[in-house]
Structures are given as C-alpha cells and as structure tokens.
T-cell receptor, first 110, second 114 residues
Framework: QKEVEQNSGPLSVPEGAIASLNCTYSDRGSQSFFWYRQYSGKSPELIMF????GDKEDGRFTAQLNKASQYVSLLIRDSQPSDSATYLCALNQAGTALIFGKGTTLSVSS | EPEVTQTPSHQVTQMGQEVILRCVPISNHLYFYWYRQILGQKVEFLVS????????KSEIFDDQFSVERPDGSNFTLKIRSTKLEDSAMYFCASSGFGDDQPQHFGDGTRLSIL
C-alpha cells in the first residue's frame, strides 16, 4: 500500500519568508514526485516535479528529494499572500496512477 | 498553454441515475486519467487509460464505473446508478508518453447526488 504523509498544517508564514513543506512516503519503488498547488474549490495545479535525489529549482520554488530517507520537500522563497493554498505531494511509478497526500495548508500573511 | 477541458462544471443528479462526465485531454497527450476528491479529503485515483484500454484502476473503480474514448478528442467517465457517496469533484488529467511527463489536471466537475 503506497502511503504519502503530509502535515496538514496550517503552516503560517509572514510575507517574504521561506515556507518549507514536507512529505514522506512508504513505497521505496516510487520513482517520480510531484508538488501540486490547490486553491479552495479548484483543481490541482502542477508546481514542480523531481525524479532524482537532490535539489531542483524553478523560480521561487525548490524541490528536494532524498530517496534513502523517503522524503520530498518543497521550499517557497519570498512567500507571497497569493501562495496561500493547499500544497499536495504526489508520487508514482513510471506511467501510473498518482498517489496523493492529504495536503498541507499554507497561509502567508501580509 | 494547452489545457484539459472538462464539462459540465457542475452536475446535479438524482440517486440511481446515470451520469456521464466529459473531458478533452491535451491534444498530444497519450495517457488519460480520472481522479475524484470528496469534500475535505484527498485526491484519489480512479482509472488510467492508454491506447484505448484501461491500463490501471483502483478499488474505487468498480462495475458502476466505465470509461470511453468515443472519438479522437473526448474521454468520458460514466457512473451507472449513482449513489449519495459518489458526490465529489471529479478531475480528468492527461500526460504525454515518458517517465518525465507530469499529469495536468482539468478544472473538474462537481457531481452532486441528491
């Protein structure tokens, strides 16, 4: 059974701060890891994906993957109020279903 | 930017009726998926579809559910004899071929069973 665990939050950070979102998973066979952002009542929106150990940066976002420790994280630099949303961690093995965590709610205060 | 399109945005149906949810995946994508999200819960996988057949399905996707690609652009999810617990947001997603192709989601259909 593939499980994805996330702290539900809410995680509250002031505007301009770094938000750190974490995710652990149980299936060592997982190959691909994704972070989606979901605003209330909306669909998941892809933020980042990462396949290899280490860091991957895209603008204000950095995804970090450590397969040995079975965790993946998302850092958001210079957090903005518009970043306030639920962040979903998801994983799969190649070409298969995404398994989602319950998500972490981020609140950025101005 | 290409996007996944879903219709209708909201569907209200009496319990026991059949519903068909429609999706137009991104045109050059080859894998198609349906997910659902019950209010306040996590996104759950239902089924994936590739090369005109189901490639994977979850325990949720029982005989009540079926999928079809009736033409070159549409991808549908049919729910026969709906139940109250089928009330949820249903998301269609699509992805290209290859390990590095992430899934892109449509805006979803909110299904309300009365």
């Amino acid at each position: 059974q593939k499980e994805v665990e996330q702290n539900s939050g809410p995680l509250s950070v002031p505007e301009g701060a770094i938000a750190s979102l974490n995710c652990t998973y149980s299936d060592r066979g997982s190959q691909s890891f994704f972070w989606y952002r979901q605003y209330s009542g909306k669909s998941p929106e892809l933020i980042m994906f990462i396949y290899s150990n280490g860091d991957k940066e895209d603008g204000r976002f950095t995804a970090q993957l450590n397969k040995a420790s079975q965790y993946v994280s998302l850092l958001i630099r210079d957090s903005q109020p518009s970043d306030s949303a639920t962040y979903l961690c998801a994983l799969n093995q190649a070409g298969t279903a995404l398994i989602f965590g319950k998500g972490t709610t981020l609140s950025v205060s101005s | 930017e290409p996007e996944v399109t879903q219709t209708p945005s909201h569907q209200v149906t009496q319990m026991g009726q059949e519903v068909i949810l429609r999706c137009v995946p991104i045109s050059n994508h080859l894998y198609f998926y349906w997910y659902r999200q019950i209010l306040g819960q996590k996104v759950e996988f239902l089924v994936s579809f590739y090369n005109n057949e189901i490639s994977e399905k979850s325990e949720i996707f029982d005989d009540q559910f079926s999928v079809e690609r009736p033409d070159g652009s549409n991808f549908t999810l049919k729910i026969r004899s709906t139940k109250l617990e089928d009330s949820a947001m249903y998301f269609c997603a699509s992805s290209g071929f290859g390990d590095d192709q992430p899934q892109h989601f449509g805006d979803g259909t909110r299904l309300s069973i009365l």
